[in-house]
């Protein structure tokens, strides 16, 4: 957030309700966030060193990380290309039902995972639309990490388009009329031009995708197939432990997730602080 | 994320039409111009279109309709029978119970936090900002996971809760408390930037008229923001009736007692009650579905108001 320059900062506190506000805000983020949070920190101090280097570093859980992070990125990165391109059409182009089409990018954020996550499996189950289409070529796209990427591609489709969107609507035309003024084709404008200035949003849609495709849960599990070792996300591990009733160990990998979400999250500001600029 | 209201589009008139694009699209360009050399040739331009359509219909429209149809799979008569359960009406019972505490919840914190953060210059102020935003960073199963290492038997409070036979994790408090972490940001995030781009004038020249805090709040601030506030409610509350992952960790899965809908449809799903599970399902998507419409409508409106207001003499103040 832009906070007001030195130059015309608003008078302090002219307006009442500071402390209340402030105090709410406070209260509200410490006992709904910040402390039971702070509960997942001193649960792992619970455990020794080594205790949470073998919880965090079995191979079932090393696998997991793997396929988390690498299906998160392969479907981020599908994400930014065709999110990119989603948007371009939709800034640039008029084609009858884009208001339509321009309100159905939402539907990720809108339909709840777990319906997501039984609609792709039937789909691409081997008696489904998708799936019985793609069998007899032995294509199998459900119950294995290809279905993972799927559903991760599904989720996070509106983050690169509607972080790329409206600076593509802000971009400048004159800079193209000069471009193609000074004899660039519509490729190299596009190349020197268009996509230096949607870069850093791009950039900042993909890393937006990535990280809730780390944390992933609910459209996943009914397509992964759930195989430990092969198609077993790093959040099913977490469940999978706490079903056991090892609390520590589910802390424990829950804590190494928690790190790299944080990681993530300090990314993604100095993205969108660089794309401010 | 979302992109918040002040960052959707600006009435942009320099959209690049085609020869036959003359539908009933908005603001009637100035200049028609067809195949401008900033525009692309027609067979790039709709093999574009043709690729992302294409897309869309694999990842989004298909999914959509596939929930539809395998709920009507057999016929209405087996569609109804799933709503004859009653464990299927218990968990649409919590659900919107879970929904009505934590949407106005999140709405009074909402409001709060963003009329702190952007009515006031304090230190610290840039940090609160991204405290308000840490549960999206946060992975559903581990929002699900505080609540029992605070709550659980084994938990800190866990021995106290026992002691007084209170149950908050695998009942229904323990559901609430994870849907408002889950939905925790999403209005605060919406009113923030709307609120920022604002500033306090306003606020403040209802203060040099002589208005009380209140007063203030509810008659220059509220209208000003309204847009922006049933954006965030709406997105919100849909995201806290479909919320799976946080509230399938807390839940303990008591059929009758402590299931919603999404994992009433899980459950169903798991015992191979296909049928009723994409029936259950097609009462969250058709939920979506109206959440998009409402979200385009919000969209639309403050779009035209924003067009209003700058359509005013500049001489005159701007309402928003």
């Known amino acids: ?52 280097v073998f919880a965090v570093s079995s191979p079932r859980v090393m696998a997991a990380y793997r396929l988390t992070f690498g299906a998160s990125f392969v479907a981020a990165v599908v994400n930014a290309f065709f999110g990119l391109l989603i948007a371009w059409v ?28 039984i609609s792709l499996t039937a789909l691409l189950a081997s008696n489904g639309w998708i799936g019985s289409l793609l069998e ?58 268009i996509f230096p200035t949607v870069a850093p949003a791009l950039l900042t849609g993909f890393a937006m995708a990535f990280a809730r495709a780390i944390g992933e849960y609910g459209s996943v599990i009914f397509i992964a197939g759930n195989m430990p070792m ?4 790093t959040p099913l591990i977490i469940i999978g432990k706490l079903e056991q009733y090892d609390y520590a160990g589910a802390t424990a990998v829950a804590v190494v997730l928690l790190v790299i979400s944080f990681a993530l999250l300090l990314v993604i500001n100095a993205l969108q602080a660089w794309q401010r600029k | 994320m979302n992109t918040p209201l002040s960052q959707t589009r600006p009435a942009s008139p320099s959209s690049p039409q085609g020869d036959n694009a003359s539908g009933p699209a908005k603001p009637v360009p100035r200049r028609s111009r067809a195949n401008t050399p ?27 309709a596939a929930v539809f149809t ?8 087996a569609f109804l029978e799933a709503f004859k359960e009653p464990d299927a009406w218990s968990a649409i019972r919590l659900t919107l119970i879970t929904a009505a505490i934590a949407v106005p919840l999140n709405l009074v914190f909402g409001v709060a936090a963003a009329w702190a953060i952007t009515k ?94 209140w007063q203030t709040f509810w008659h220059v601030t509220l209208p000003n923001i309204k847009w922006g506030l049933i954006y965030g409610v709406i997105l919100c509350n849909a995201r806290a009736m479909g919320e799976f992952g946080a509230v399938s960790v807390v839940s303990g899965h008591i059929r009758g007692q402590t299931n919603t809908m999404p994992l009433h449809v899980e459950i169903l799903y798991n015992e191979y009650q296909s049928v009723a599970a994409f029936a259950v399902a097609s009462l969250l998507a ?13 969209e639309w409106q403050f779009e035209r108001e924003m067009r209003a207001a700058a359509a005013l003499p500049p001489e005159r103040p701007l309402a928003l």
């Open chain 1, 1 to 52: 957030m832009p906070i007001a320059s030195g130059a015309r900062r608003a008078p302090k506190r002219v307006l009442p309700g500071f402390k209340l506000t402030l105090g709410f805000t406070l209260f509200y983020l410490s006992i709904i966030v910040l402390i039971p949070l702070s509960a997942l920190v001193f649960k792992t101090f619970t455990l020794t060193w080594e205790q949470f």
């Open chain 1, 90 to 117: 939709l800034v640039r182009y008029t084609f009858p039902g884009k208001k339509l089409i321009d309100a159905l990018v939402d539907l990720p954020f809108a339909l709840p995972t777990a319906v997501a996550g």
């Open chain 1, 136 to 193: 007899p070529h032995g294509i199998q796209l459900a119950f294995n990490r290809n279905g993972v990427v799927i559903a991760l591609i599904f989720i996070g489709l509106p983050f690169v388009v509607r972080t790329v969107q409206p600076v593509l609507e802000d971009a400048e035309k004159e800079l193209e009329e000069a471009a193609t003024c000074l004899g660039a084709t519509r490729w190299q404008t596009f190349r020197y031009v």
């Open chain 1, 230 to 233: 092969v198609s077993e996300i």
């Open chain 2, 38 to 64: 900033t525009s692309e040739p027609d067979w790039v331009k709709w093999s574009l279109i043709s690729v992302a359509l294409v897309f869309i219909f694999l990842f989004l429209i298909l999914p959509l």
């Open chain 2, 70 to 77: 395998e709920a009507l799979r057999k016929g209405s008569d």
């Open chain 2, 120 to 213: 006031y210059e304090f230190r610290g102020k840039a940090f609160l900002t991204t405290l308000v935003d840490l549960p999206f960073s946060v992975s559903p199963v581990v929002a699900g996971l505080i609540y029992v290492l605070m709550f659980g038997a084994q938990g800190w409070f866990g021995p106290w809760l026992q002691a007084h036979d209170i149950k908050i994790v695998f009942a229904v408090p323990g559901i609430v408390l994870a849907t408002i972490f889950v939905t925790f940001p999403f209005i605060a995030r919406e009113l923030i930037p709307l609120m920022q781009a604002q500033g306090t004038d306003e606020e403040q020249a209802a203060q040099v008229l002589g208005a009380t805090g």
């Open chain 2, 286 to 298: 058709l939920l979506a579905l109206v959440t998009l419409v409402i979200k385009s409508l919000v």
